[in-house]
């Protein structure tokens, strides 16, 4: 562990070095391996090609970083390319500005529509909206009856209506008169092939009666090579919003999803993991693209040397702190950085000339925690992030209902934040030893 | 014009282009050169035969040309076709009897890949062949499954065995293959929740009936079909190696082939671990389920056929 880490450490002070520039040559020989990837990941073939002609043209010429071989550098713009491509887009939902909201779920047969109907429900009910889930698949067996089930268990009512006509049905779930209307509706549509002409025909009956604000394409992150042929369909007759991938849980690659986002240019917004309701969560390009391309021992490697280039990053920090312009968003980024980094404690006291700093006695971070934390401060308003000091008791209520955790998570994590903020300056500013600190790059503390 | 709205343009026509782009190079080309065998190539790949296989298949056809067996690009494209029909099996994989009924089928696969729709299909066509088949709602976990599989009981005219929401699966399938066996009935169709392969506590649960059925009859199951959907990709391998080392599946039923996938995928699976299609699915309804015909099967791997222009059918029967 602690040679492990003094390597990291020495990774971390050597010098961004330049070893040459990648020449055609290296690109080449590395994107025959890359494309092998790509299409093991059900990546489309005419996907493929592109992207790797496009990153052909970027990488040569480009630096080689210090600690990579040209191959691996190579790796490295490729999946800085992908994650940059599906990151794209906006991935939060576009709220009406009149509730209700309306979320219609589209898909082929078995992608997942209507347990995806019911995570969103679920997600959205614990962020206090108050959900309507609309039954609007008449076709096939029980499908009413299993959203009916999944509303019970969740607790968020479910519309149906005796009739055929999907359109109907949709048309009075909007037309109800509740005492407490409800905010978004998410319908849940019959599966369908993109090439039934009078199923799409139906769809775009549906929106044009009821006006969705989103257009949810659920696609299996197992699906193959058709996978842009049946995106292209949906967007063409319905113009799609966003895309969630689903059983990513699997051993699948979910290639699928480069292919969907090449053909529509929509944002994938959610991603569902699991069988369960909670089992939804929030896209995270970096992963899928990892994901994607399956070069684990070459990403890890890669990720080590990144760390040179974070050293960038650092001194950005250091100039915030000195400013007191350090954020939450910040104070975020670090706690991820720690939690790659292992126990802060035993890195500093690698460090040369430091001995052991009472204050960060004990200072270790549980990847769960860090994972709460990110909840929390992603459901706070960028102006909170900013300044904290505005977070009074009803916003504290929101955030923690928006993050699922409670009000004391939401407090304690102001105070770590206030108590970093104090340290760093402290360190920073320097008294005494520490004074040997002022230059300190480090990111995590 | 950016990335996405050059690819978009260069991917709108890529099916129409591409099968009559391989029409016309099988038409005019006199000679295989390297866009010939690129044509190939690519189709393969678009279809989800996946790059190992694809590589093999080319690798054939090259030793072909060398040895010149193959001469013209009419020649290769027959010579494919007839190499992945072989892999294929060439007949058809008859469904596997006891011999003595009844005869016990498991139907097994992930999440939507259409267990309990062509469930109902076999039912119904194993009812008109004069069967007595009895249904088995081993699906306690998805909510409404029991539903689902109720009404497709019904559409057959098959008896129909369930216990309640999430009780023991392998008990709702011993009751079913008992009733069965007391009532002298000929075939226990028994359905199975959706299950990622690599999920190993759901692959013990699946053993689990499969013991159950194997210690009440002999033999039992006869058949454990894994449910592909045709639109899966290369992960359809992953999903037949785990089912296969867990349960010993028999044999494959291809769904969603009425869709614009090919289910190349299974062309893999077949040189890999040697499992034979036994049915394919082309729809929603009842009759959609069809025995698998390799020949047909690998000819419409290199033609473009869709549902408007008329042909819906992949196999002639
Ligand atoms: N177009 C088409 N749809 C099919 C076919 N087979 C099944 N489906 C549809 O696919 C969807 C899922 O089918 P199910 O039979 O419920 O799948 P399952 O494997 O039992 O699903 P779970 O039990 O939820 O894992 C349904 O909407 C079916 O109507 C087929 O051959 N073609
Ligand atoms: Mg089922």
């Not at chain 1, 992603?378 to 955790?405: D, F, H, L, Y």
Request: glycine share 8%; aromatic share 4%.
């Amino acid at each position: 562990m602690l040679s492990l880490l003094s390597e990291r450490i020495q990774g971390i002070f050597k010098k961004l070095r330049s070893k040459g520039r990648l020449t055609p040559e290296d690109v080449d020989g590395a994107l025959k391996d890359i494309r092998v990837a790509l299409l093991e990941a059900d990546v489309n073939f005419r996907v493929v090609k592109d992207l790797v002609n496009r990153i052909r043209e970027r990488a040569v010429g480009q630096e080689i970083l210090e600690s990579l071989t040209p191959a691996q550098q190579v790796v490295k713009i490729v999946h800085e390319e992908l994650t940059r491509l599906m990151g794209g887009g906006e991935r939060g939902i576009n709220w009406a500005p009149q509730p209700p909201t309306v979320v219609m779920m589209v898909g082929l047969q078995g992608s997942g529509k209507t347990t995806t109907a019911a995570k969103l429900a679920a997600l959205w009910k614990k962020q206090g909206k108050r959900p309507l889930l609309v039954a609007a698949d008449v076709y096939r067996p029980a499908a009413v009856k299993q959203l009916q089930v999944l509303g019970e268990q969740i607790g968020v009512p479910v519309f149906s209506w005796e009739s055929q006509d999907p359109v109907e049905i949709c048309r009075r779930s909007l037309e109800q008169n509740l005492p407490f209307p409800p905010n978004p509706v998410i319908i849940d549509t019959a599966g369908r092939l993109h090439i039934d002409v009078p199923l799409m025909e139906e769809l775009k009956a549906i929106k044009e009666e009821i006006q969705p604000q989103e257009i949810l394409l659920v696609v299996d992150a197992m699906t193959g090579q058709d996978a842009v042929e049946v995106a292209q369909r949906f967007h063409a007759d319905l113009g799609l919003t966003g895309v969630v991938l689903t059983k990513m849980d699997g051993d699948a690659r979910g290639g699928a999803a480069l292919s969907v986002l090449a053909v529509t240019g929509c944002p994938i917004k959610f991603m569902g993991t699991g069988e369960k309701i909670g089992n939804i969560e929030i896209f995270h390009p970096d992963r899928l693209a990892s994901r994607i391309l399956g070069m684990g021992d070459v990403l890890t490697l890669i990720e080590k040397a990144q760390e040179h280039v974070e050293l960038e990053k650092a001194k950005e920090w250091h100039k915030k702190i000195q400013q007191r312009d350090f954020t939450l968003e910040d104070f975020l980024e670090q706690l991820k950085q720690m939690k790659k980094m292992g126990p802060l404690e035993e890195l500093l006291h690698l460090l040369p000339g430091l001995g052991p700093i009472k204050e960060l006695k004990g200072v270790e971070v549980d990847p769960k925690e860090v994972v709460r934390m990110e909840a929390i401060i992603q459901s706070m308003t960028p102006e909170e992030r900013r300044n904290p000091a505005i977070i009074n008791s009803s916003r504290k209520k929101r955030i923690a209902a928006g993050s699922g955790t409670r009000i004391q998570d939401v407090n304690r994590l102001l105070r770590q934040f206030e108590e970093t903020k104090k340290l760093l300056q402290v360190l920073t500013e320097g008294k005494g030893k520490k004074k040997k600190m002022k230059e300190l790059p480090f990111p995590w503390i | 014009m950016n990335f996405f709205q050059r690819l978009k343009e260069g991917l709108r026509k890529t099916r129409e282009e591409f099968s009559r782009h391989l029409e016309a190079l099988v038409g005019f080309k006199r000679e295989i050169d390297e866009e010939f065998t690129e044509g190939l190539e690519e189709a393969l790949i678009l279809a989800d035969v996946g790059l190992p296989t694809t590589q093999y298949l080319m690798e054939q056809l090259g030793q072909q040309i060398r040895a010149r067996g193959v001469r013209t690009p009419a020649e290769a494209l027959a010579y494919l076709k007839e190499e992945v029909a072989s892999l294929l099996g060439r007949e058809v994989s008859p469904l596997n009897w006891a011999p003595s009924p009844p005869t016990v089928i498991l139907m097994v696969g992930v999440n939507g890949s259409g267990k309990t729709t062509s469930l109902g299909k076999l039912a119904f066509l194993l009812a008109r062949e004069g069967k007595k088949v009895v249904v088995a709602a081993a699906d306690t976990f998805r909510a409404a499954a029991i539903d689902q599989l109720e009404v497709w009981a019904q559409r057959s005219g098959a008896a129909f065995i369930r216990h309640q929401p999430g009780a023991d699966p392998a008990a709702v399938a011993f009751d079913a293959l008992q009733a069965a066996k007391s009532r002298g009935w000929d075939v226990v169709l028994v359905d199975t929740a959706g299950r990622l392969q690599t999920k190993v506590n759901l692959m013990e649960e699946l053993k689990k009936i499969k013991r159950v059925l194997a210690k009440e009859q002999e033999g039992a199951p006869h058949e454990v079909l894994l449910v592909l959907d045709a639109t899966t990709g290369q992960n359809a391998l992953s999903q037949a190696r785990l089912f296969k080392e867990a349960v010993e599946v028999t044999g494959i039923v291809l769904t969603k082939l009425d869709g614009t996938a090919k289910g190349g995928v299974v062309v893999a699976i077949a040189r890999e671990l040697e499992l034979p299609v036994k049915f394919i699915g082309l729809g929603e309804g009842i009759e959609d389920l069809q025995p698998f015909y390799p020949r047909d099967f690998a000819e419409a791997l290199f033609t473009d056929i869709r549902p408007e222009g008329g042909e819906k059918q992949i196999c002639s029967s």
